[in-house]
């Protein structure tokens, strides 16, 4: 380096050698110049064409941009670019175009657009081609509508300058340019997939590409590998067998055409013709008279194209006996020279097309080897061409060609003609041995391949296989896929038998839990399981490569095990062709099975891999390593375009969890933007289901390698930005099943039943269902028809309504559809049938026709699609017409989507949740009955929120307006008589109607708004709108009867109150005539002292109360009893009424049940032995209806007959509800024994009525005022103060806190409903979470059995007790009562302030009489807030001295003293108990409707109903319990039944009670008994572990307290804890 140096600084140095060209020798010299800056740059030297031309070829151009920059390439091929940025293509080269940007949805994928520019024309070329649309090729020029527009511009039609310019080929390119241009720009996936495509449509596809420029050409061995063709030869003709192979591994003979400079014969037009038969010419090739053939080719000259003919084994058909490729050079060899020569090279024989030799094309041929056994000249002689034939003869010559290696086309001959003289030489060529090729092989020759970046992941797929040569797949499978094996199914299995209990198994629960502990098992050792080489080598590489790197590798997978496939597939198939003919059964069914295992793909290691993560959880393996990470992996492929495995149908199950986490994953990686479209297509087997879907979407799930679908597989598709808005969808899923009516599977029983749960899967999962329909044959129509109409059955019940599709394959005519009518009618009639038949199964009756099942048009939802092939395969192309029809379904399926936005768009966190519960409820053999979903849990309790929210209102609004109704009935005129007050009532009554009809409405209309605004998954639970709408309708006509209740109460308190004031008045009169009298003789006496007068005033008051009478006692035995008879009115039981001598001596002693009470021998019988069930239904309703008793008696109101009412009505409801037939006896002597209950204590209640309002007592409360106004009144002392606070005190209070306790208990329900614990009384279900989960915190017995067996007395307990504890919480109480408190003396204020003025607004004048008036404006002003007693009024007002004005400021004064002096009182501790037995709203009443809804209990384990309202058609419940918990023994042992009914209406038991007769019923069926109860099974096992728990942990005690023996529990439930216990209970009711 230091001589090169100093050689420079000097200027001298030795001459370049002559071995080097003259271009080297200028460039030494430039570079060795003395001066730098003479010296060239880099780039300059670049651009040197001897350079640059090696660059190029020696490079390929992603290494040339890498290295010297788009610039220089650019420079390099200015054609070649001038080209792609014509067509829009130049920043997609080289190789940036992928796959996945061609299969994303958008307009362009969607709608045929009109080609307005060049840059449309690639999108429209590719759009048609993965349509597999033949015609995509003629997509080479704008669209003849967009040219005439621009033609009808031009003013002058006729200038031909312009009409030229416009026809043009600025307007046009031609197909091979344009093939070579997408060929060069896409990527590799891509180039394999458009090769495909073209294959499909029997179009040539490269073999060698040009670089641009043509300097160098690159083998597309990699692009044609995914090419895979059947064909039978004819030596197979005989035994039908047939030939599967991938075409490059193929060998067959290879015939090259080429052509010389001057040849005017079209040498693809020939091909074409040898290629076809008679008059049916396919374009393999485009050739010149093809749009677009004409042009110029740009960039295509250099161009390989190869395409094969594959016979079908019908010699009268077939063209050539085997199988032949055939290359075809574009454009003359000279120009191509290296094409040519490995051609030549490569090929069995060469065909040149000439008109003349020229003499480089002379030194070209003859310098060819072995010419006369490979070289075949095609010589197109023209009239008058002798100079030309001359050259011909003189290269024939010199190769010493025989006649029969050369081929002279005439003028007098055409194509047609000459081209079976071509195909007869090839023929013969065929006969005489001739060398065959495999295009893989010819890698070796030296050329540029396209797959050499891949070699590192072909080596990596070759260590997964080094195992499996020799071996047979299942056994390779098992080595290497162990996860995947018998245990996998085996879970399976077992998952099944757990949701499909067999007969004949005494201990069901420990059935279920032996279940239980296998699948645990099972779930430990495949955790266990170490990973195979093969696994670990899949994973490693899948983790450590990039995209690029990942899907050569897994392409070169799919590529290698199916080519494994295909060999081990054809051996199978030969030994059970054999086997057949040998009629040897057992051998047939080995290989029958051996063929069904002998499918292996990239699909099984990704299922093991899935697998691996699935129980990884079981086990000790790190999941901090790669498999941790495999989730990630899978959602990144998912978004490449790989389908995911949904469903493995040869498992028939689900790995949930990895399923789960990989949709997870890909949900973060779009930022939570997954709204999906899900689409899937059902159908019999090999019915086209799969390439449906391919043609439709471009995509490419299996449809050959004798390996058709199994299970359930999905396939995510992007939705471009310029349709997200109108579709509203961010992806369309497609979801590709396994065929129905399985030739492989129709051998087993359960293969109906197989087939019914796939489709009610995949149905279930999706928004669009298209059904394959074969016309053709009718019993396997009928089968698929039932299947489908079963499954659209289920989802209605359920609420999805999924769009359906009948497809009609090879329907064609322009005339099908409308013929075709009656086919169309046929099949709806059909429908019809199969969706009877369905909703009998499902028990469905109302059901009918398949349109009440989903929205079906017999003209828009079918569609008729011509045939796939148009001829005779493997030579047919696609029917155009076929590829036509699926675009234009494809269409109209997604602008249908775009308008119909009737359903609740799911993104994945809402598509799992509905896959798992949809997956669970099909393992269930009776579906609807059995399906429970989350998201129907979760948009049901949201609807039970807002319900009861209303509800809540509704009563509210009422209640509210039947406080202010009450005072105004209480303050109505006392004067008036009680006929004035009844029409007052009933004023009301009709008001109140009114009112909660309207209310009624509201509350319907918020319900169908809520309904309206399709958010919240309403759609899930329509089925329920009708219940909730009884509901509504119902609560309104609960109101009415409670209100109308109260008001006749009200009016009957009315008039017992005026009878009080009646007597307190006459002697109120009588006091103060006597007080009166003796001022009057006092005064005139001498002067008194103030105790000389107390004295006089004590003797005069004594000698005028003596006689006072006090309010006349009812007789509330005789009322109550005459309510009793009122009851029983229907019935003959007067005998009985007579023998009734003292109703309050009824009920002292405890209620004994005896035989008589049951008209049943049997239960007789029993109840001689011991204590019967009859006795516990006896306490259970003495107990509740008690409560109901002494609930009323603590009211400070007087007894009502409604009251006794109520009672009985309660009674009623309580005997109706037993599951215990009641006779005449026991409800008589039940109901009389309540009512002497009653009686004494509705006695003690009016009593204290009595008491309360006793007019002596009453008047005693008076007399220190009486007192303190006659020594006023003697002494003549103001006493305008006095007055004030005693009118304040003796009336204004009362009537304050009669205000506060009237609106205190709806301030209670309100500050609950919006205080923390407001969730608990948000919904039943939230509820039942509630008091289960303090149950089990506590840990209490007697509360687990007063939950268990007084389960409306445990809840009102332990409302009242949240109450309290609510109260307490920073003196909410207090709090409330102070916010009433302001409230009502604010309005006494302004009413006193409004008081102050007379009708005409004039203050009221400053006299005595005034004071009168200003207190019964109050009165008036106040009438709907509080009542002022009259009489109150007119005693403590009695003989007032002073004048209005001082008056009412010292009012003012007395209500500030009264206001703190309630504060002060509030603000003390109190007993919160009394106060909430003395509010005539009470809260815990509320909340507990709120709750308690209908009140129904399960008939097997008595667990309360949890449905939202009251009058709903099914009741069920989240969580229910062993049956022992509610006293169900065993006949003959006396254990505690510890069955779940959950379990038993999955199994083969029976039951019998009362309901039966006696009469053993299977669980199965209960609904014929039970039909308004809705028992589901479990949603798994841990569901009912709460209940487990407490009947492990309480056996002996629940034992003892039944007087039974302990339950048989399974060892498995001693096991359960209590965290785990409460993990149940939380699933069980979707806590979070």
Known sequence: MKDVYLKIIDGFYPPVSDHFSQELHSLSEQLLKHNPTERPSVSSILEEPFLSCRIRRFLTPQIIVQEFGDVFIYKQQPVFFNFLSKLGLKKFYPNKLTLQSLLEINKNSIYDETVESLEKIPWCFLRKLFQINAECRNYTQLSKNYVDIKKEKNNDLFDFDLITADDSADNKVNPLDLIVALFLCAESLLQQEMALKMTMCQFSVPLLLPRGDNSQCSLMLWALRDIVKEWRPHDLSESRGFVEDNIVQANIPFFTFVRLKNCSLSKSQVLNHVLSRGQQ?????????????????????????????????????????????????????????????????????????????????????TSLQDVKSKLFLVVNRKDNSREDMISVQTTLKELELTNRSVKIKDSGVNVAEFSEKLCESIKESLTNGTNTVIIENMLELGLSVDENTSEKQKKAVEEIMVDIEGRSVPDYKKQQLPLQGDKWKRLSQLEKKECRLKSGVSDIEGYKCQLQAEKQ?????????????????????????????RDFFLKWMKLKFNTHS????????????????????????????????????????MREMGLIYEFSIYGSRNTADEISRAPGLAAEMLLD???????????????????????????????????????TVLGVQSSGKSTLLNTMFGVQFPVSSGRCTRGAYMLFLKVGEDMKHELNHDFIVLIDTEGLKSPDLAELEESYEHDNQLATFVIGLSDVTIINVAMENSTEMKDILQIAAHAFLRMKEIGKKPVCHFVHQNVSGVSAHAKNITERKHLLEQLNEMTQIAAEMEKKPSITAFTDVLDYDMDKNNWNIPGLWHGTPPMAPVNTGYSEAVADFKKNLLATMKTD???????????????????????????????????????????????????????KEILSWQTEAEMEILNSDNESDIQTWSILVESKKSEVSEKISSEERKMKEKLTNYYEKKD????????????????????????????????????????????????????????????????????????????????????????????????????????VLKQLRRNFSNQNVNEKFQNIKDLKEIGKTPFKTKPEHTDSYMEKFKQLIRLGELQNVADSVIESCTRVVFDKAKTNTDYNDSFTRELLEKMDEYLDESSHKINAKFEFDLKLYMCGIASREFLKMHQKFLSDNDPRIKLQKYKTQYLSDFLDLYKQRDDCQRKANDFVQFCIKPAVEEYINRSLGINIVDEILISCHSAEFSSRSFFQYNIQKELLQKEEFVSFTTYVDMYEIHVKDWIVEHIKQQMLEDKTLSKLKQENLKVIVDKITAALEQATKGPDGVQLPDNNESITELISNMRKYLIKDISISVENEKTTLFQIQSTCHPFINSLKMSIKDLKEQLQEEFSKSENITETLNKLPIKPQEELFKRVFGCGKQCPFCKVPCEAGGKDHKQHHAAVHRPQGLCKRSYEGTDKLVETLCTTDVQSERRFKNADTKGKWHPYKDYTKYYPDWHIPPDRSIEASDYWKFVLVKYNEKFAELYSAKPADVPEAWRRITKEQALKGLKDAYNIK
């Open 901 to 955: 936005r009737s359903n609740d768009v799911s993104q994945i966190p809402e598509f799992l949740e509905w896959m798992r519960s949809l997956w669970r409820s099909v393992k269930y053999e009776n579906f609807i009955f059995s399906f429970r979903n989350t998201l129907v849990a979760q948009a049901y309790d949201n609807l039970c929120k807002e319900f009861n929210q209303w509800e809540w209102q509704f009563r």
């Open 1016 to 1119: 919240q998954n309403v759609n899930l639970i329509e089925k329920y709108k009708t219940d909730f709408f009884n509901s509504i309708s119902s609560l309104a006509k609960e109101i009415v009867y409670s209100v109308n209740n109260k008001l006749d109460c009200v009016l009957e308190l009315k008039i017992g109150s005026k009878k009080s004031q009646d007597i307190q008045k006459k002697y109120r009169g009588r006091i103060e005539d006597e007080v009166m009298k003796l001022l009057s003789a006092c005064k005139n006496s001498d002067k008194l002292s103030d105790e000389q007068l107390t004295q006089k005033f004590e003797k005069m008051w004594t000698e005028a109360t003596k006689n006072v009478s006090g309010l006349k006692e009812r007789d509330i035995a005789a009322s």
């Open 521 to 549: 098992k099972i779930m430990e050792e495949q955790s266990k399981q170490k990973l195979s080489k093969g696994m670990k080598s899949f994973i490693k590489t899948l983790s450590t490569s990039d995209k690029e790197e």
């Open 281 to 365: 010419n396919n374009n393999i090739f485009i050739h010149r008279d093809m749009k677009g053939g004409t042009l110029k080719r740009e960039i295509a000259n250099g161009l390989v194209e190869v395409c094969w003919y594959l016979p079908s084994g019908r010699e009268n058909l077939d063209i050539f006996p085997e199988p032949v490729a055939f290359a075809n050079l574009r454009g003359d060899i000279c120009e191509s020279l290296a094409q040519f020569n490995f051609l030549f090279q490569v090929s069995t024989a060469t065909f040149v097309f000439l008109d003349k030799v020229e003499e480089n094309e002379h030194k070209i041929l």
């Open 641 to 679: 375009g790989y389908p995911l495995e949904l469903l493995d149908g040869e498992a028939s199950n689900i790995p949930e969890r990895w399923v789960t986490d990989v949709l997870k994953e890909l949900h973060e990686k779009v930022g939570g933007k997954s709204r999906l479209l899900v689409l």
């Open 566 to 605: 295909r060999k081990k597939l054809s051996e199978l198939r030969n030994k059970f062709k054999e086997q057949c003919e040998k009629k040897d059964k057992n051998p047939t069914a080995e290989l029958d099975q051996a063929l069904m295992e002998s499918s292996l793909g990239v699909e099984h290691y």
